[in-house]
T-cell receptor, first 112, second 115 residues
Framework: EAQVTQNPRYLITVTGKKLTVTCSQN?????MSWYRQDPGLGLRQIYYSMNVEVTDKGDVPEGYKVSRKEKRNFPLILESPSPNQTSLYFCASSLRTGYEQYFGPGTRLTVT | GDSVTQMEGPVTLSEEACLTINCTYTATGYPSLFWYVQYPGEGLQLLLK?????DKGSNKGFEATYRKETTSFHLEKGSVQVSDSAVYFC??????????????FGKGTLLTVNP
C-alpha cells in the first residue's frame, strides 16, 4: 500500500531532550516536506526537500533540523525542544514539484 | 505574501443539509487552489483541486469553482452525510511554485453532521 508513515504517533517529552520524528514514504517520491498544525493557525511548512541531500527552510524552521540521506526518509530533529514546539506534525511527499502531496497520519508532540 | 481566509467554524448541520464553506485567497497571478479534508485522527487528504480560473473541482459530491474575479474557491455539497464530519482546509499553491511545492493553508473549518 502506498503511504507515508510517521513515528512515533504520540510523544511527550521534556524541555531540552533531543528527539527525532521519523517520516518514510514508499512511493519513490522526490519531494518531501514537514508541516506543523496549530489551532487557529492551520498548517505551516517547517522544512522541505526537493531530493536526496537537497533541503531548504519553510516558513517556520527555527528550532528544527532535517536531513535527507535516502530518498524514502525525511526525519525531523528537535535538538533542544521547547514548550512552544508542542504541536501536531505532518510529513508529506509528492512525486515531484507540482504533483499531489500525500500526508502522513501525524505526530502529536507535547513538550513540558 | 500569499494567504488563505476561510470561514471560521465550527459548522454543525443535520444530515442531508446543504453545505457551503467560504474560502478567499490573496496571491499574485493564478495560483492553484485545493480543498483538503482531515478525518478524525488521520492526516490530510486531497478532496479536490482547480488549477485555472473557472475550473470546477469535484469529488465525493463536493464541488468548488475557481473564481478569479472574486478570488474565491468556496466548497459546496448539496446533501451532507454523517461521514462528512471532518476538518476542511482550503489551500493554495502559488503560480510557478518554483522549487518548493509549498501549500499555504487556511485555518481549517470543523464540520459536524448530526443524524
Amino acid at each position: 500500500e502506498a503511504q507515508v508513515t510517521q513515528n512515533p504517533r504520540y510523544l511527550i517529552t521534556v524541555t531540552g531532550k533531543k528527539l527525532t520524528v521519523t517520516c518514510s514514504q514508499n512511493m519513490n517520491h522526490e519531494y518531501m516536506s514537514w508541516y506543523r498544525q496549530d489551532p487557529g493557525l492551520g498548517l505551516r511548512q517547517i522544512y522541505y526537500s526537493m531530493n536526496v541531500e537537497v533541503t531548504d527552510k519553510g516558513d517556520v524552521p527555527e528550532g528544527y533540523k532535517v536531513s535527507r540521506k535516502e530518498k524514502r526518509n525525511f526525519p525531523l530533529i528537535l535538538e533542544s525542544p521547547s514548550p512552544n514546539q508542542t504541536s501536531l506534525y505532518f510529513c508529506a511527499s509528492s512525486l515531484r514539484t507540482g504533483y499531489e502531496q500525500y500526508f502522513g497520519p501525524g505526530t502529536r508532540l507535547t513538550v513540558t | 505574501g500569499d494567504s488563505v481566509t476561510q470561514m471560521e467554524g465550527p459548522v454543525t448541520l443535520s444530515e442531508e443539509a446543504c453545505l457551503t464553506i467560504n474560502c478567499t485567497y490573496t496571491a499574485t497571478g493564478y495560483p492553484s487552489l485545493f480543498w483538503y479534508v482531515q478525518y478524525p485522527g488521520e492526516g490530510l487528504q486531497l478532496l479536490l483541486k482547480a488549477t485555472k480560473a473557472d475550473d470546477k473541482g469535484s469529488n465525493k459530491g463536493f464541488e468548488a469553482t475557481y473564481r478569479k474575479e472574486t478570488t474565491s474557491f468556496h466548497l459546496e455539497k448539496g446533501s451532507v452525510q454523517v461521514s462528512d464530519s471532518a476538518v476542511y482546509f482550503c489551500a493554495l499553491r502559488p503560480m510557478g511554485g518554483g522549487s518548493n511545492y509549498k501549500l499555504t493553508f487556511g485555518k481549517g473549518t470543523l464540520l459536524t453532521v448530526n443524524p
